[in-house]
């Protein structure tokens, strides 16, 4: 019998040659059309960003959309890096199924694309990470100043232009399969239109205006979505050129602490590809990693199961050579 993690690994062991199966969840290849909608996501909150500093130093905006940036922000952000991320991609924990469904809504209204083309790019990064075949290397066009440079360019937000090369069926045949999470990734443009719309309605029904809806929509639609966005494609950028190593792992990613709580833990990116099935990222004493405490709270309320927390000796067996036992003692975390 068949394993969700068995799935889960011969997906992430697909050849990127095999020959691009029947279009599914909107095609393999991204159309001019969508191509423009992708250019329009982007680029308008990003837009919105920009502005946003000269509109808080004199007017524009309130606690009001300070708080409904906080809160979709970190919605959408523990949907991506909860669900999409370490539920979806790499099976970290298990979930109950209005759990499951729960974390592939939230996720999708980052607006960061549907959710069976997302996991099946991101299983593809993680089979050929910082090598040919992984969509977005900062080290694609080698090693130079201008060459890295042109590479975090890439990685940052240019590979998403790129003609789609990953298979979904091939690398994410479990959720393919599955008509809820089929149906969800489908429904990508309506997750989209509720994303954006929710902090501009709660926002005009709580101040009773027109204004308090286009504010809020600012704060907490467009410089949301823009913010989000940086956060996350630094993960792919900034984390794969920079940062400290502690463990051993195949590729360049670091850890870059200062993306800690802007990312829910994600930028403790080391750790993650040296143990890419973990369900916790920041295992160092002082990690902030808030995506393993909801999990672990999950799991305390019976949502979530077979989490796999990892242990301070499968840890250190990942640890770079050099340091002692006991410092390697005072800095792990506790498992648990």
Same mark, same amino acid.
């Given at each position: 019998?068949?394993?969700?993690?068995?799935?889960?690994?011969?997906?992430? %062991?697909?050849?990127?040659?095999?020959?691009?199966?029947?279009?599914?969840?909107?095609?393999?290849?991204?159309?001019?059309?969508?191509?423009?909608? @992708? /250019?329009?996501?982007?680029?308008?909150?990003?837009?919105?960003?920009?502005?946003?500093?000269?509109?808080?130093?004199?007017?524009?905006?309130?606690?009001?959309?300070? &708080?409904? @940036?906080? =809160?979709?922000?970190?919605?959408?952000?523990?949907?991506?890096?909860?669900? =999409?991320?370490?539920? =979806?991609?790499? &099976?970290?924990?298990?979930?109950?199924?209005?759990?499951?469904?729960?974390?592939?809504?939230?996720?999708?209204?980052?607006?960061?694309?549907?959710?069976?083309?997302?996991?099946?790019?991101? #299983?593809?990064?993680?089979?050929?990470?910082?090598?040919?075949?992984?969509?977005?290397?900062?080290? $694609?066009?080698?090693?130079?100043?201008?060459? /890295?440079?042109?590479?975090?360019?890439? +990685?940052?937000?240019?590979?998403?232009?790129?003609?789609?090369?990953?298979?979904?069926?091939?690398?994410?045949?479990?959720?393919?399969?599955?008509?809820?999470? #089929?149906?969800?990734?489908?429904?990508?443009?309506?997750?989209?239109?509720?994303?954006?719309?929710?902090?501009?309605?709660?926002?005009?029904?709580?101040?009773?205006?027109?204004?308090? +809806?286009?504010?809020?929509?600012?704060?907490?639609?467009?410089?949301?979505?823009? @913010?989000?966005?940086?956060?996350?494609?630094?993960?792919?950028?900034?984390?794969?050129?920079?940062?400290? #190593?502690?463990?051993?792992?195949?590729?360049?990613?670091?850890?870059?602490?200062? @993306?800690?709580? /802007?990312?829910? %833990?994600?930028?403790?990116?080391?750790?993650?590809?040296?143990?890419?099935?973990?369900? #916790?990222? %920041?295992?160092? $004493?002082?990690?902030?990693?808030?995506?393993?405490?909801?999990?672990?709270?999950?799991?305390?309320? &019976?949502?979530?199961?077979?989490?796999?927390?990892?242990? $301070?000796?499968?840890?250190?067996?990942?640890?770079? +050579?050099? %340091? &002692?036992?006991?410092?390697?003692?005072?800095?792990?975390?506790?498992?648990?």
């Amino acid at each position: 019998m068949t394993t969700s993690s068995d799935v889960i690994g011969d997906a992430q %062991g697909a050849s990127p040659d095999s020959p691009l199966p029947s279009a599914t969840l909107g095609g393999e290849q991204k159309r001019s059309i969508e191509q423009i909608t @992708l /250019l329009l996501f982007i680029t308008v909150p990003f837009l919105a960003l920009v502005a946003a500093v000269p509109l808080a130093w004199g007017w524009g905006v309130s606690w009001l959309d300070i &708080g409904l @940036l906080v =809160f979709f922000y970190y919605l959408g952000c523990h949907g991506i890096t909860i669900g =999409f991320h370490r539920h =979806f991609t790499h &099976g970290s924990f298990k979930a109950k199924r209005p759990l499951k469904i729960a974390l592939a809504i939230a996720g999708s209204m980052a607006v960061e694309g549907p959710l069976v083309r997302w996991v099946a790019d991101h #299983r593809r990064h993680h089979k050929f990470s910082d090598a040919e075949g992984d969509p977005h290397s900062p080290w $694609r066009y080698g090693e130079t100043v201008p060459a /890295l440079m042109k590479g975090l360019v890439w +990685a940052h937000i240019g590979w998403m232009f790129d003609e789609e090369q990953t298979p979904q069926e091939k690398y994410a045949p479990d959720l393919v399969k599955d008509p809820a999470m #089929r149906a969800i990734s489908r429904q990508f443009v309506l997750w989209t239109v509720l994303s954006l719309a929710l902090p501009a309605l709660i926002g005009g029904l709580v101040t009773m205006s027109w204004w308090g +809806a286009a504010t809020a929509f600012f704060w907490g639609s467009l410089v949301r979505v823009a @913010l989000l966005h940086h956060v996350t494609w630094s993960i792919n950028s900034i984390c794969h050129a920079v940062g400290k #190593r502690p463990f051993r792992s195949r590729d360049r990613s670091g850890n870059v602490w200062w @993306l800690a709580v /802007l990312s829910c %833990g994600e930028s403790w990116h080391n750790l993650h590809h040296a143990d890419p099935t973990s369900a #916790r990222h %920041g295992v160092m $004493r002082g990690q902030l990693d808030s995506s393993a405490r909801i999990i672990r709270w999950c799991e305390q309320l &019976g949502w979530a199961y077979d989490v796999r927390w990892p242990s $301070r000796s499968r840890i250190d067996s990942k640890r770079n +050579a050099g %340091g &002692g036992s006991a410092r390697r003692k005072e800095e792990t975390a506790q498992a648990a």
